[in-house]
Structures are given as structure tokens and as C-alpha cells.
């Protein structure tokens, strides 16, 4: 069975940094793309990140490039979001997704819920 | 303000059909396939069409996705109440480099 499971969301102070984790599981991790989606309360989806397999090319929506940095690690089976200089406006729960193809996510996590307020 | 254009809400009685439209441009529907999702509350996205109106394992065929030109729609028919969800459109856009979704649709039943 396909799971992925988002962790370290919490509450962040305005301009500081949090790192997202994505465990993922039931499937050859190292031959998919995979991606962060997230969602401001009671808003709609918004696309963040991508990052290809095996070669790690990266792609960032226009709000994120210069501050969040994904990554893969799929020796660990795992993909990350580094989040920096942090925003009230970047308060949202983020999903994690595996693709099938470049707008197509067949599974997503369950979300980590993540609060930027000081 | 969303890339992809949705109306904010649809409604259907238990039976009904009803069909939920996502317009673009040339630049994501225009030159690519089209993906739905749904959406219950409190729940992850769950991928409900891809490539216009193919349909993943598990998705009944009561549902289903169209194309053209530049806009897409959503059909849902013999409607129940367990449609009740948002429903969102996405396309990859050529000009962005990335996928954008529709502002979503909030069904009831």
C-alpha cells in the first residue's frame, strides 16, 4: 500500500525556518517525481515544489524560489522541504505528492499543518 | 487569484447531474491534459481524472472529465451525497513551468 507521511509542521516565528519531511512507503520510491502542494486555511491548492528521479532536477513555483529548497533522499525513501525566512502568509497545511505526471499526483499524505505567527 | 478559473460553488439533488467547468489558456489547458481532484473535508486531495478523462482504479464511471480548446468540465452524474466535497482542476502551464489548479468548486448535494 502506498503511504506518505508529512512531518515537521509546527509554529514558527515570522522570518524563521522549518524543514518538512515526507516518509514514503509501498513503492520504488527513486522512480517517481514527487512534489509539495499546500493549502492556506479555507483557500485552495497551491503548487510549491517538484523534484525529478534519479537525476534531482528541482522546479519552484514563483513565491517559493530563493526561500524553500526541496530535496530527496531515496536511499531513505524520503522527500524534504526546507523552508527559510518564513512568512504569515505561508501558513497552510503542506501535502506531500508523488506524481504521475507533471500536474497529475495520484497519492498524497495526510498534511502537516504548518503556522507562521509570532 | 487562480491561474485556472472555477465557478465557487454547484449544487445537485440526490440523482441529479451536474457538471463543474475550469477554463484557461493556451498556455496550461490549451497545450496540456487536464486533472480533477476531489477534495472531502478535513481530507488530503484525491485524484479523481487525469489526461482529460481517464479514470484512476476505484473511480466509478458515473464520473468524468472533458476538454476543449482552452476550458474543461467535470461531469458527475446520478449524484450522491457522498460527492459533497471541493472539486479542483489543474493543468501544467507552459509559461510558468509548473502545475496550477483552479480556485475549486464547492459541490453540494
Known amino acids: 500500500e502506498v503511504q506518505l507521511v508529512e512531518s515537521g509542521g509546527g509554529l514558527i516565528k515570522p522570518g524563521g525556518s522549518l524543514r518538512l519531511s515526507c516518509a514514503a512507503s509501498?513503492?520504488?520510491?527513486?522512480?517517481?517525481?514527487m512534489n509539495w502542494v499546500r493549502q492556506a486555511p479555507g483557500k485552495g491548492l497551491e503548487w510549491v515544489s517538484s523534484?525529478?528521479?534519479?537525476?534531482?532536477?528541482?522546479y519552484y513555483g514563483d513565491s517559493f524560489k530563493g526561500r524553500f529548497t526541496i530535496s530527496r533522499d531515496n536511499a531513505k525513501n524520503s522527500l524534504y522541504l526546507q523552508m527559510n525566512s518564513l512568512r504569515a502568509e505561508d501558513t497552510a497545511v503542506y501535502y506531500c505528492?508523488?506524481?504521475?505526471?507533471?500536474?497529475?499526483?495520484?497519492?498524497w499524505g495526510q498534511g502537516t499543518l504548518v503556522t507562521v505567527s509570532s | 487569484q487562480s491561474v485556472l478559473t472555477q465557478p465557487p460553488s454547484a449544487s445537485g439533488t440526490p440523482g441529479q447531474r451536474v457538471t463543474i467547468s475550469c477554463s484557461g489558456s493556451?498556455?496550461?489547458?490549451?497545450?496540456?491534459?487536464v486533472t480533477w481532484y476531489q477534495q472531502l473535508p478535513g481530507t488530503a486531495p484525491k485524484l479523481l481524472i487525469y489526461?482529460?478523462?481517464e479514470r484512476p482504479s476505484g473511480v466509478p464511471d458515473r464520473i468524468s472529465g472533458s476538454k476543449s480548446g482552452t476550458s474543461a468540465s467535470l461531469a458527475i452524474s446520478g449524484l450522491q451525497s457522498e460527492d459533497e466535497a471541493d472539486y479542483y482542476c489543474?493543468?501544467?502551464?507552459?509559461?510558468?513551468?509548473?502545475?496550477?489548479f483552479g480556485g475549486g468548486t464547492k459541490l453540494t448535494v
Open positions: 505528492a508523488r506524481s504521475i505526471s507533471p500536474a497529475s499526483f495520484d497519492y
Open positions: 509501498g513503492f520504488t520510491f527513486s522512480s517517481y517525481n
Open positions: 523534484i525529478t528521479s534519479p537525476v534531482a532536477y528541482t
Open positions: 493556451s498556455s496550461n489547458i490549451g497545450g496540456n491534459s
Open positions: 489526461i482529460n478523462n
Open positions: 489543474a493543468a501544467w502551464d507552459d509559461s510558468l513551468n509548473g502545475p496550477v
